[in-house]
């Protein structure tokens, strides 16, 4: 017993340590990790936006990782920006947001340490920096909110243009009917594990249903998969990595997803860029209250402080 009160008092004093952290950020503002690597504007909402593969920027005081993924997922960064504008400007108040400013060759947020920053400190201190900043986000959302929503966002180069839902789960598991995706283990191994516990609806439904997120994307235009369009992901596929699984499914009680976008129609340009930050609230509004019990707009939207523009590099 001495063991288990010895980490509770553990786990207790690691969230006291991340709400203290958390309460130190103002809604609306933009902080920076060491060497304005990272970029975190501060929210009031329940959704926490990450984008880790958007970056440009390639000092050369950070050799370039000699092994890996490289792929530069384009206008992610520009789209994550865009989000937080909409949403602000259609409840008055902000997700929280967290942006990788290094290139890929540099430095990977989406993967563990060791293969992220290939032992360079200052490629370790920014993915620390951008880990922290999602974990700072994730604690003010359970003290404000108690649940909340965290969405990974990249981009794929597949043929097929539609947004691709990862939640963990293979292709191959997928292509289950809804009775092998209601076993409740293949919930509690997913992304939505948060929600899976709620038992609000069958977990196929949450995966592939009318009001799955790649369901409710589709209603504003963007073809998605899984959805009731498209419930079983055809390759190639992309189902969820690192921060998923860091983030969504052991970040309880916030639930998580990874979206890929396609380029066309989503990425290529800013006025799509708009559509898609768009079609994001719209969904995001409907599926936190139905899966999550939580409410999107904030109580008080005068009292949030404009955004500070992050300089431009």
């Known amino acids: 017993m001495r063991g288990v009160w010895q980490l509770t008092l553990i786990a207790w004093a690691f969230f006291a340590t991340l709400a203290s952290a958390a309460d130190e950020y103002v809604a609306g503002q933009t902080y920076f990790g060491q060497h304005d690597y990272i970029e975190y504007l501060a929210g009031n909402m329940p959704l926490v936006l990450s984008a880790p593969h958007g970056g440009r920027e390639k000092p050369e005081e950070i050799p370039n990782r000699a092994a890996g993924t490289f792929a530069f997922d384009k206008g992610t960064q520009e789209i994550a920006r865009e989000v937080g504008?909409?949403?602000?400007?259609?409840?008055?108040?902000?997700p929280h947001i967290i942006i990788c400013r290094l290139h890929r060759t540099k430095v990977d947020c989406n993967r563990e340490i060791v293969e992220a920053a290939a032992g360079n400190a200052r490629a370790e201190q920014a993915w620390r920096d951008y880990q922290g900043f999602i974990e700072a986000a994730r604690a003010a959302i359970v003290a404000q909110h108690g649940r909340g929503l965290y969405i990974d966002l990249h981009g794929h180069g597949h043929k097929e243009q539609r947004l691709e839902m990862g939640y963990l789960h293979t292709q191959a598991e997928l292509q289950g009917d809804d009775a092998a995706l209601n076993d409740p283990r293949f919930g509690a191994a997913g992304s939505l594990r948060a929600i899976a516990a709620l038992n609000r609806l069958p977990y196929a439904q949450v995966v592939r249903g009318p009001l799955s997120f790649?369901?409710?994307?589709?209603k504003h235009g963007f073809p998605s998969t899984p959805s009731e369009a498209t419930p079983k992901p055809p390759?190639?596929?992309f189902r969820g990595g690192y921060n998923t699984a860091r983030h969504g499914r052991d970040g309880v009680p916030l639930a998580g997803l990874q979206i890929e976008t396609n380029y066309t129609g989503v990425r290529d340009k800013p006025e799509n860029h708009a559509r898609f930050a768009q079609a994001l609230y719209k969904s995001v509004d409907v599926y936190l209250e139905a899966h999550l019990g939580v409410r999107l707009k904030v109580a008080e939207p005068a009292a949030v402080p404009a955004a500070k523009e992050a300089a431009s590099r």
């Open 214 to 218: 790649g369901t409710l994307m589709e």
């Open 235 to 237: 390759l190639p596929y």
């Open 85 to 94: 504008k909409h949403f602000q400007a259609q409840a008055g108040g902000w």
